[in-house]
């Protein structure tokens, strides 16, 4: 069985690839695979995991025809891992805002502690979010809260960005029960392939940025879940695929979730 796959979703990250590669070779000395899924790039992104490919043996690159979803991307990538028997699978943004750093640590609580799935939580860290804009901030935030406000019953008043906000919002949403108790929005993680079974994970249907809390909901029923503290920096470079549409679809989603799961 290979080791260590790690699963990167892109979409027009020309700029990034060769800055994250060189981060993860920098910091993870054991031998990893690195899977590349583009979603029809329009710039030099798949020029430069070509460029890679040609390089280095350890490099994989999915090509899909248009822009199907970052929850796609990863149910795509984790049935490809499953299919290759990687015993670890760690999938990461692209951009720079999950430090490869944090690789190691979650291997070791990996194969140390009994947990099947290892998550980062950006907010654990007070100022976990220090090089983003305030924008970002407040929308990253604003996601988080009216998650953990649907989905859960613990307070997060010990919050110091998005207090006043959660202050607001609790008179206006109404306190859930579906207990997801984790930074569920994030993407950084590392599933052990041995204890998780690939049918639990694709339970998750959503095929957008809400597949990341839905399937943290669907997985914490029957596989144990360890949380570690990130910083999140700003993007190395590019924007934020995310829109508005975006989140008004992620909202609506999260709001029938709530309903169907309350009958």
Aim: charged content about 25%.
């Amino acid at each position: 069985m290979l080791d260590i796959l790690i699963i990167i979703p892109v979409l027009n990250e020309e700029k990034n690839i060769f800055l994250i590669f060189n981060k993860i070779k920098q910091n993870l000395k054991k031998n990893f695979n690195i899977l590349f899924i583009d979603d029809n790039s329009n710039d030099k992104t798949r020029q430069n995991i070509y460029y890679l490919k040609k390089k280095y043996k350890n490099i994989f690159l999915i090509k899909r025809p248009r822009r199907l979803g970052i929850g796609s991307a990863h149910k795509v990538g984790l049935s490809w891992g499953y299919k290759k028997k990687y015993k670890y699978i760690i999938t990461m943004d692209c951009d720079g805002t999950h430090n490869p750093k944090y690789i190691n640590k979650m291997l070791k609580i990996a194969k140390f502690q009994n947990a099947q799935i290892i998550t980062t939580n950006r907010f654990l860290n007070k100022n976990s979010l220090e090089d983003w804009s305030t924008w970002r901030i407040l929308l990253t935030n604003l996601r988080h809260i009216i998650i953990k406000l649907l989905l859960n019953k613990n307070s997060i008043e010990d919050w110091s960005t998005g207090r006043i906000l959660l202050t607001n919002l609790r008179h206006i949403i109404i306190k859930l029960l579906l207990n997801i108790q984790f930074d569920s929005s994030g993407a950084f993680r590392l599933y052990k392939t041995r204890e998780i079974q690939i049918n639990d994970i694709l339970l998750a249907k959503n095929e957008s940025y809400s597949f990341f809390w839905e399937s943290i909901f669907i997985l914490t029923k029957k596989y144990k879940i360890k949380e570690i503290p990130i910083n999140l920096p700003g993007r190395l470079s590019g924007s934020s695929k995310m829109n508005f549409g975006e989140i008004f679809k992620a909202l609506g989603y999260l709001l029938i979730f709530f309903i169907k799961n309350r009958i």
